[in-house]
């Protein structure tokens, strides 16, 4: 078998927290929403923050959401196509506090990698792709 990409992550979120999503994904981090009218239709449990043209982590209510511990998650990592200075002047033109840097090891080679909490307790590797 020859995997090519991870195509999406399902993740829970509060009940309450679509707005708050909505916020931090798409306002503050400029990513594009797919699927809501199938959410809000009740066609899907879930609606989609579009990361890249292959890539999507899909965001599902649930009224017994609790929030993740270290011992059951620790993070998804998001290639952006900038560079580290381009990801933090968004992140800090949107208030959105940087949690640790790194230049870890990832799919791709080492590069710059900033690290974010979304609302719910996600931490998010938001990774340069270029230098």
Same mark, same amino acid.
């Given at each position: ?7 999406? #992550? ?26 809501? @009218? ?10 989609? #923050? ?5 890539? #999507?982590?899909? +965001? ?20 952006? @196509? ?10 800090? @033109?949107?208030?959105?506090?940087? @949690? ?13 990698? #900033? ?10 590797? +938001? ?5």
């Amino acid at each position: 078998m020859d995997g090519t990409a991870i195509d999406h #992550v399902k993740l829970r979120i509060p009940a309450d927290g679509i707005e708050t999503a909505l916020a931090f994904y798409r306002d503050a981090l400029g990513f594009g929403i797919d699927g809501m @009218d199938l959410y809000e239709s009740g066609e899907k449990p879930f609606f989609s #923050v579009r990361l890249a043209p292959g890539a #999507v982590v899909h +965001l599902e209510p649930d009224e017994a959401f609790a929030a993740p511990t270290q011992t059951a998650y620790d993070h998804i990592a998001v290639r952006v @196509d900038d560079d580290i200075e381009g990801i933090e002047a968004t992140l800090a @033109d949107a208030g959105i506090e940087i @949690d640790r840097r790194l230049d870890p090891l990832g799919a791709t080679g080492v590069a710059p990698a #900033v690290y974010v909490t979304d609302p719910f307790g996600y931490l998010l590797e +938001l990774k340069a792709e270029r230098e």
